[in-house]
């Protein structure tokens, strides 16, 4: 390897304010992000323009993405985007038997460079990923189905926020054991026991990052960088249909890493040809242990159960509740939730599917609203939202793969539909599936009904289920986040009795709860730094974004004592 | 419940001092203890004397030991000291259909309490336990066949700091996020977004804690104690041959909790009945979401493979080697070493098992030694250490069961025998079974007699391998720990060279080393708020006594947002 670019004292000059900002902000939680959401705060200072993002974006289309890495065995890819357009992307093929030692080999020193390297090091990936947000945007944009404007913030600057969260607190939690401690205990006449002791974090060896087609970075970023600075290489396998992002990603790393001085080699890509689903085998691979997965259940379960040799950690489905009340802010709050249901159409892990109306109505500010008219209302909101099809575009944008368009179909036969569906034309895209949320009505207390709402709809559908009274929601919110898990539960009411009793639900069953939104913050929106995504003790999910348990089990503390 | 009579303020002025050393101390790791090693240390201000303790330990034995626990369907037990007397103790064996309910029902108030409080009680029910520690010693004396010094150091002081420390891991951790936050995110133009946020510990529900016969107290605390404080139940499980001194424990515990206005039954006692097996059915109940678990490979890895429910924490087997390449102080290197294999006739688990010695002998400061002199003067150092019938029983205590006598008893045959083992009468328990240590040498490279030395021998049974080299000893030592998993690494070297290379054998395979230990201090023993317990990265355990990853995911923090 070439004499490093980087040094530490570079590394240090350039981030350790930030991550010192950062350690401050987990430890505050208050407001704080050094990666700016405006499209029109990049082009400067060695970021790219929004022109120039978009050029970069176009050159890297239909073109071989060469990483150099070992063990290269062919060459595969076939994303498509949401939009229409295919990418014609290729990617290295690679032979795990030649790769998985290839990465091993630099993990001594990767340990011996200690915890703040480490960290540095990282940050140097993201501000090099910061500075091309405008290109992500694009390249999450054609594998996610967000609109521009969505996968620039979600999948730009606040997944960058995400990933320096996790390297925050992995740093933090490595330096919580000094490097060396004295330790001298009396023994009374005789003179003291004298020991001098070393603690070093040492990683677990590699860890395995299984990436989603939805939030190919937000979710994949914390995974990768709580590893990357525990101390352990990261293999990426990336979702077939979402693998531009990563792959940037990863050659980022990589050349950041060899400037530093270390081998390239600790964080490589692996994508698998068509039908091939290499995530089973390198699951169980001995060198793999530790796995960050975001998918479905069935493969977060299987992972749980079969990774044993691993550390797994996973989110999966759920089936996040809405519980209605009361309001102050009828118009608000009906807003707000039409515009929880739009947001990308629904696909996020934390939109809302079940909203739970009392079937005898509410009261609000703008007077008792039955079930019927709670509904009627929403469906008007959302149709308000999205009347507009521009607005509606840069909303909604398309729907991620054609299983997501195939549920919704199904989705109106479920029940009554409140909100039909609506199709949207994209005059940049007209391959683009674009629809508007469905919203169908359930009578909560039908076992036909029951089956429904009790399973994730993962896409544009909500449900409005009539319940019997609040106090009835509250029990099927129990029952929901208990047997299905949550991402998400949000709740209306103006009662301090109503407020009390959805708090001890979600204390008593372990879910993150947002009161009475109505503004400019959505249920289906958690900030770094500051919200938790998920809770790691329901169904949902058995890790959180990010929290001390995300990151403590990724490396363990060796002792070596010697006489003093 | 009756008013509490331990207030907060009550608790914070006795045991918040103590608290902020315990922090102190987790963060520096030099030497600390309130808890005094030493019997005289004990007779005042509250605490129970030596005639004292043995007396309350006397009124125990031959009587029903009641704990006014709900479910209560009988009575169970009966262990018998390796000692040789019985202890006549019955305790209550339970309904679990109707004890599991009852614990959960105080879990809202315990979690209200909050992390400052829980670990303030704990700290109480610490006090009381060491203001015991005499009576403590017999009981976990006539429960283990520890000899009655370590009984009261090891199962009293040093358990009560393994406690605390898990104490201020737990409390650590449940504060670094704040319980509440101010959020404003600037908006430009428009006014900021903010909101108001909190942030609560809660338990994931009731932890169970599988006891061992070995070290009952010292093995036990930490689970337990992290589990309360973290707000949880906690289910206590002992072997059926150790239940004393945790059923004391659980008293002591309830009455803590009762007089600081808590319900007792969030610690609880479950006996079995001879041959009832309960652990496996309570490790797969849904209300576990902890298990904490010392004891063998077969029933750890059923544990973590079924209790799928749970978060479970194992100490399991390991093959504890000792690479031995070079010294400057032979005779401290063999006094040093004798020690280790004799304290408690070898039933740590934390006992050097495999001694690995170069064949062609090794450089010591008195001349070079072939292999054959280092195993002859290793047993002539074992001989003179136990010459000696007095201090011999006070090393070694009794064989913990039949099990352990008829495995020592088989490994004669597994070897040439360099020192064999030698029954010594106690004369004040003419009953008791207790052996000096056996050593047996082994060549290394047999195929033979790998499959003895790879295996672990648990009990006063060592083996001295010869190997081709110190290099071979370090690949023998790599693959041990890889494949079977180890509690402790020693080494003797005077080779900076070797030193380093096992170092870094023990960094890439995550064990614990100790080097040239030749005085007071011995590989076997760890000490609380300095030593780690084990690494978690190798299959000797899957976790640490103790780090922060031994306690963070044993609470989640649900987080409730609203606008400010």
């Known amino acids: 390897m070439a004499a490093a670019q980087l040094t530490p004292a570079h590394l240090s000059e350039r981030h350790r304010p930030t991550l010192d900002q950062a350690l401050e902000a987990i430890r505050t939680r208050a407001y704080w992000s050094p990666h700016p959401e405006h499209p029109k705060a990049y082009g400067e200072n060695g970021s790219l323009s929004a022109a ?3 050029a970069a974006h176009k050159a890297t289309l239909g073109s071989r993405f060469d990483l150099d890495q070992p063990g290269t065995d062919g060459w595969t890819g076939g994303e498509v985007s949401p939009y229409g357009p295919e990418l014609g992307v290729e990617y290295p093929h690679v032979d795990v038997d030649v790769l998985l030692p290839a990465m091993r080999a630099g993990l001594g020193a990767w340990r011996d ?9 990282c940050l140097e990936v993201l501000a090099r990923v910061s500075a091309r947000t405008h290109e992500f945007a694009h390249a999450v944009m054609h594998t996610s189905g967000q609109a521009f404007m969505m996968a620039f913030q979600a999948g730009g600057s606040h997944a960058q926020d995400r990933g320096l969260e996790a390297v925050a607190y992995a740093y933090a939690e490595q330096v919580r054991t000094p490097q060396e401690a004295e330790w001298s205990k009396p023994q009374g006449k005789r003179g003291p026991l ?7 974090p040492v990683g677990r060896g590699i860890a395995l990052l299984v990436g989603c087609n939805t939030f190919p970075t937000w979710n994949g970023y914390p995974g990768l960088f709580a590893s990357l600075a ?12 979402a693998v531009l992002p990563l792959a940037l990603t990863v050659r980022i790393a990589r050349e950041v890493l060899a400037e530093a001085g270390f081998d390239p080699n600790l964080v490589a890509l692996a994508v698998e040809r068509p039908g091939e689903g290499i995530a089973k085998a390198l699951a169980v691979r001995p060198e793999i242990r530790i796995i960050d997965y975001t998918g479905s259940t069935e493969f977060g379960d299987w992972l749980e159960t079969n990774a044993r040799q691993a550390q797994v950690y996973t989110e999966k489905a759920g089936v996040n509740t809405i519980v209605v009340d009361s309001t102050d802010d009828y118009k608000g709050m009906l807003a707000n939730l039409a515009f ?20 005898d109505g509410i009261t609000t500010d703008a007077g008792p609203k039955t079930y019927d008219e709670v ?41 009554e539909v409140a909100l039909p569906s609506r199709e949207v034309t994209n005059p940049d895209f007209p391959d683009a599936v674009v629809r508007t949320p469905l919203v169908v009505k359930l009578d909560g207390s039908k076992p036909d009904a029951e089956a429904v709402y009790m399973s994730e709809c993962f896409g544009p559908v909500s449900f409005a289920v009539a319940v019997d009274s609040t106090a009835d929601a509250l029990e099927l919110l129990r029952r929901t986040i208990r047997e299905k898990g949550v991402m998400s539960v949000g709740a209306y009411t103006t009662s301090p009795e109503v407020e009390r009793a959805v708090e001890e639900v ?3 069953e372990s879910a993150q709860l ?5 503004g400019g913050v959505y249920v289906n929106q958690t900030a770094a730094f500051s919200d938790f995504h998920g809770s790691g003790g329901n169904p949902a999910a058995n890790a959180v974004l990010c929290d001390s348990a995300f990151v403590a089990n990724r490396f363990r503390v060796v002792e070596v004592r010697r006489p003093a």
Do not use: I, W
């Open 52 to 54: 120039d993002g978009l």
């Open 113 to 121: 460079a200690g915890p703040e390297t480490r960290a540095l090091v």
């Open 194 to 200: 004298d020991l001098r002791k070393t603690f070093t």
């Open 230 to 241: 525990t101390g352990n290489a990261v293999l990426v396998k990336p979702h077939p249909r």
């Open 340 to 359: 929880s249901l739009s947001l990308y159409s629904g696909q996020m892990c934390t939109t809302p599917q079940n909203l739970l109306v009392p079937r």
């Open 375 to 415: 509904v009627t209302d929403l469906a008007a909101a959302v149709d308000a939202l999205l009347g507009d099809d521009a607005r509606a575009n840069g909303l909604l944008g398309a729907l991620v793969n054609p299983d997501v368009k195939a549920r919704l179909e199904a989705a109106a036969d479920l029940g």
């Open 506 to 508: 979600c204390l008593e």
């Open 514 to 518: 947002s009161l009475n939104l109505t």
